[in-house]
């Protein structure tokens, strides 16, 4: 497992833009990104990994993932956002293939709040 470290949420207006960073102990096979919102299940949101990358597709064209190898870090560029984004952010790490799942990630971060207003 590795150490996983959010930052970059915070409050923004319907097509704003926002830029979460996340930090990690270690380097993993897979770095994701999931959101779970108020009385919703956590949801895949973008994916990096040796393999390539992976958005859910309510995000294509408007988030970006990418990848520091050297820092350790992945990003989630958020452009255009909208209030249906809004929700707390994890970062996970883990070596399954099946990126777009929970249960591929062993590490997760603590999360960070993204609140897009209307």
């Known amino acids: 497992q590795v150490h996983l470290v959010e930052s970059g949420g915070g409050l923004v207006q319907a097509g704003g833009s926002l830029r979460l960073s996340c930090v990690a102990s270690?380097?993993?096979?897979?770095m994701g990104w999931f959101r779970q919102a108020p009385g919703k299940e956590r949801e895949f949101v973008a994916a990096?990994?040796?393999?390539?990358?992976r958005y859910v597709d309510s995000v294509t064209g408007r988030f970006t993932v990418s990848r520091d190898n050297a820092k350790n870090t992945v990003y989630l560029q958020m452009n255009s956002l909208k209030p249906d984004d809004t929700a707390v952010y994890y970062c996970?790490?883990?070596?399954?293939?099946?990126?777009?799942?929970?249960?591929?990630?062993?590490?997760w971060g603590q999360g960070t709040q993204v609140t897009v207003a209307s």
């Open positions: 990096i990994s040796w393999r390539g990358i």
């Open positions: 270690g380097r993993s096979y897979a």
């Open positions: 996970a790490a883990g070596s399954g293939a099946r990126v777009t799942m929970t249960s591929s990630y062993d590490s």
